[in-house]
């Protein structure tokens, strides 16, 4: 495959931002086969472009029924559920054990009826409740839209090394999660009703690896080995291959009698150190998507700053960082590395990283020292704080300031940008941290869903 000049197609692109006029052919997105009894998907609506959003597990405004109903869902072709953990044997596993496993969130959790997606309460021993419940319902009500079990994440990604270490580790800790999330044999715990054999089936239709991450760079205490590149790639070649044997498996009992594919995906950092570790020509044969994290290039850990962009589309020659980090820079280092441009799917986020104590300077506070941070705000929350927003279209970047305190974050114009800037560069399309961000109307879906069907 061809190596993406950056340098010329972010002049090219950063041109056509400005002119706000966009020119390439669209990717259609897959659309999942028709939603049996099992809640696997039925044929339905075209979307251009892969519209990955993460729900994650413990968001106050994570529900399936708030998806549906700021339309959220109808502008989506993925929901990646947020997270399953790895366990210390190295297995995928359901629990109630804080910090460890929220099984009661998962699918033990009753919903009433004003609560669930299609309105009907669960039964007092209904075998899957909770969340899984919600997005098999969700998914019956969005026939595009497609569910994914996202494992690991910051906090649960301390033993995926130990996982991922031999042969016979990744061949037991692949097959625990087939049979856990795929299979849908999740555990009757704590003398409750729900759970047993089969009691999730449908309810997913692949499998996310978000290992932050291989060869080290993550939360404090997290196993790590030099091997970790080598073995990432041998752990989802080992994915890839159990989920095909399963869909084979399967196959030989329906009527027609032809696989379905599960979807294999793969989280990976913006940084160029963790990137130059891994394998990545030979983990993209594996994979149908890779979602690259192009946020966070700075933020509150740089507790006096200067305030800087934490997702800028393009880098600007005059950011004091000397490595001018920024999303299309990531996107051609991964390009250069071998990541096929049709694998490759831009991260945006939905929340905000903020600086307090920010003088104005001559750019309203961008570049700025600070005296100290701000809590991260999501998109919802920003869009309600005093200040004014500004938008740096030559650089894809825009932020919230207020005279005193800085905040970076995408807004609805950035958000529609990189949209089209995927289809521009024939990219996958986006992904999302984190839907229940959004706020009660899904701008923030709704800005990327205008970029990606601009022609």
Known sequence: MPVRPSGLLAAVTAAVLLATAATTTATAANAPDALDAAGHGSQGPKLKGQRIGYFTQ????????????????????????????????????????????YAYDDYQRPYTAAQSVDGVADAPHQALKGHFNQLRKLKGENRQLKTVISLGG??????????????????????SCVDLYIKGNVPKLDGAPEGGPGAAEGVFDGIDVDWEYPGGGGAEGNVSRPEDGRNFTLLMAEFRRQLDEYAAQRAKTQAHGKPRHYLLTAALPASSVVADRLEIPAVSASVDYINL????????????????????????????????RSADKAVDHYAQLGLPSRKTVLGVPFYGHGWTGVPAGDRNGLYQK?????????????????????????????????????????????????????????????????????????????????GLRRH
């Open 293 to 324: 994290m192009t946020y966070d290039l700075h933020g509150t850990w740089e507790a006096k700053g200067p305030a800087n962009h934490h997702a800028n589309l393009y880098s600007d020659p005059t950011d004091p960082d000397v490595r001018q």
């Open 58 to 101: 413990w968001g106050a405004d994570s529900s399936a029924k708030r998806v549906q109903e700021t339309g959220q869902a109808a502008k989506l072709t993925i929901i990646n559920y947020a997270f399953g953990n790895v366990s210390a044997e190295g297995t995928c596993f359901e629990a109630n054990i804080e910090g460890q496993g």
């Open 154 to 175: 910051w906090a649960w990604s301390k033993y995926f090394s130990d996982a991922a270490a031999t042969d016979e580790s990744r061949k037991k800790f692949v097959s």
């Open 370 to 450: 600070a005296t100290g941070t701000a809590p991260d705000l999501t998109y919802k929350e920003l869009g309600a704080r005093p200040g004014r927003t500004y938008v740096d279209r030559a650089h894809g970047a825009s932020w919230k300031y207020d005279g005193d305190t800085f905040y970076s974050f995408d807004n609805s114009e950035v958000l529609t940008a990189k949209a089209r800037y995927t289809r521009r560069n024939d990219l996958a399309g986006v992904m999302i941290w984190a839907l229940d961000g959004d706020d009660s109307r899904g701008s923030a879906v709704s800005a990327l869903d205008r």
